[in-house]
């Protein structure tokens, strides 16, 4: 059982590039969330959904877009990077109000 | 709005020690708590919740955490520290009346030394 998966570990973007960030669980859980992690911050909430075809915006949505086709996948598009949008990036999953499952990843350096 | 405070950046302490990491929220409603640990270079695991009933409750290794609705508190203990339990941990609330968006705290990293 793989759980939460992201892809890739790592990336290095150019400010202005644009690129999309690949997050699927084989838990057929129907919430799923993306979340930023700044150096000493806690995570920030950045979009989440709550099923196939419904999305929503979390704390911190602005430069973000995604798209929810299937129950499995989640990406998250960048369309213009910017510097403060370098990152560690968490996809996770959830089944209601219950433990959300968090996959291991995204670093990603805009320069 | 509810916020997660998080004081303590850092806490060191020797193996076999124990330890408190504190937790304090504010919110007008109710609230379901977490606590979560990621280990270097990993993701986010779950250690313990509390969503009803007794407001002590015990997680995975041996850690436990007491919610206290009169001081809107919910610190996390464990009676003796391994090595391998060093990590950041995070505090975690639900956001307004949704039960499934969470707020977290700053975290805090626990460094344990032998």
């Known amino acids: 059982n793989a759980g939460v998966t992201q892809t890739p570990k790592f990336r290095i973007l150019k400010i202005g590039q644009s690129m999309t960030l690949q997050c699927t669980q084989d838990m057929n859980h129907n919430y799923m969330y993306w979340y930023r992690q700044d150096p000493g911050m806690g995570l920030k909430l950045i979009y989440y959904s709550v099923g196939a075809g419904i999305t929503d915006k979390g704390e911190v949505p602005n430069g973000y877009n995604v798209s929810r086709s299937t129950t499995e996948d989640f990406p998250l598009r960048l369309e213009l990077a910017a510097p403060s949008q370098t990152s560690v990036y968490f996809c996770a999953s959830s089944a209601r109000a219950e433990t959300q499952y968090f996959g291991p990843g995204t670093r990603l350096l805009v320069l | 709005a509810q916020s997660v405070t998080q004081l303590d950046s850092q806490v060191p302490v020797f193996e076999e020690a124990p330890v408190e990491l504190r937790c304090n929220y504010s919110?007008?409603?109710?609230?379901?708590l977490f606590w979560y640990v990621q280990y270097p270079n990993q993701g986010l695991q779950l250690l313990l919740k509390?969503?009803?009933?007794?407001?002590l409750v015990k997680g995975i290794n041996g850690f436990e955490a007491e919610f206290n609705k009169s001081q809107t508190s919910f610190h996390l203990r464990k009676p003796s520290v391994h090595i391998s339990d060093t990590a950041e941990y995070f505090c975690?609330?639900?956001?307004?009346?949704?039960?499934?968006?969470?707020?977290f705290g700053s975290g805090t990293r626990l460094l344990v030394r032998p």
């Open positions: 509390y969503l009803s009933g007794s407001t």
């Open positions: 919110s007008s409603v109710s609230v379901y």
């Open positions: 975690a609330v639900t956001i307004g009346d949704s039960s499934y968006k969470l707020i």
